[in-house]
């Protein structure tokens, strides 16, 4: 049974640690979007898009963080966790500000960090995409091996 190399380990230890990263902030926000909590309610009443806005997103969040974990799947839910990334970070930067109801920019930091991540989860494992270009990135198996 062949292990994986160096660089095959550190790259899928890297692609572990920001999928765990990304599904982790898509699915603790999750529970604000579900619940209604009052910060979620404003940001969407502030946005003409409550209250489907708000479970719509939170759906979309779930789905891509769900896909984020799944082997073989990583990429397309770093795609729809960059599509959602891109409307947030968009109504940060248009009509809500950085600071949501005085959380210190925590939210605005929240949604650059998991645009951030996937954009780097999507370099690794784009080479599960057919017909994308290659990446130069060495492809690795969930088991670390060089694919």
Do not use: N
């Amino acid at each position: 049974m062949h292990t994986a190399t160096g660089p095959a380990r550190a790259i899928t230890a890297l692609s572990w640690a920001l999928r765990l990263l990304v599904a982790g902030i898509l699915f603790q926000t999750l529970f604000f979007k579900f619940t209604g909590a009052k910060e979620s309610v404003y940001i969407f009443q502030t946005l003409g898009m409550e209250p489907w806005g708000r479970i719509g997103s939170g759906v979309v969040e779930l789905i891509a963080g769900i896909l984020i974990l799944l082997p073989g799947e990583v990429a397309l839910g770093a795609m729809l966790a960059m599509a959602t990334m891109t409307g947030a970070l968009a109504a940060h930067l248009t009509r809500l500000g950085l600071i949501v109801e005085g959380d210190g920019g925590l939210l605005f930091g929240l949604a650059l960090t998991v645009m951030v991540g996937s954009i780097a989860l999507l370099f690794i494992h784009c080479r599960s995409i057919p017909g994308f270009v290659r990446s130069p990135v060495p492809a690795t198996s969930e088991s670390g091996r060089i694919a």
